[in-house]
């Protein structure tokens, strides 16, 4: 994974705004494609955003947040390729990678706080996909 692509809606941009730079002072190159303030947007501007980048950047991971996880994660996948995993603690987010190949990772904002956003994105990045059983039902997703 070379690199990480962030976005959210105003409902996220705190904890973006703080994971941001949790991930840029631990080394990782971080892509933020908004939103740039917690005024109102809409989610689907900065969802699509994020999952073209990964869509188009197979090595790459996004970070998805909004209110509920919901809408962001409703619309990346939508995208070809995508797989986008509403996660709230850390082992839905290890089991995400692990089970599913999650390329992107949702994180409901209003729910879960900046540690356990820390939590889970590390372990997001840091999970690599089992495989075997696994790959054969993922082949089984695209319509």
Known sequence: MNRIIIGSDHAGF?????????????GYAVTDKGTYSPDS??????AHAVAREVENDRDSIGILLCGSANGVAITANKHTGIRAAICWNAEVAKLARQ??????????ARFV????????TMVFLTTE???GRHQR?????DC
């Open 14 to 26: 705190e904890m973006k705004e703080h994971l941001r730079i949790f991930l840029s002072e631990a």
């Open 137 to 141: 039902r993922l082949e089984k997703i």
């Open 129 to 131: 996909f089992e495989g």
């Open 41 to 46: 947007v809409d989610y689907p501007d900065f």
């Open 113 to 120: 706080n900046n540690a356990v956003g820390e939590a889970m």
């Open 99 to 108: 089970h599913n190949n999650a390329n992107i990772i949702c994180i409901p």
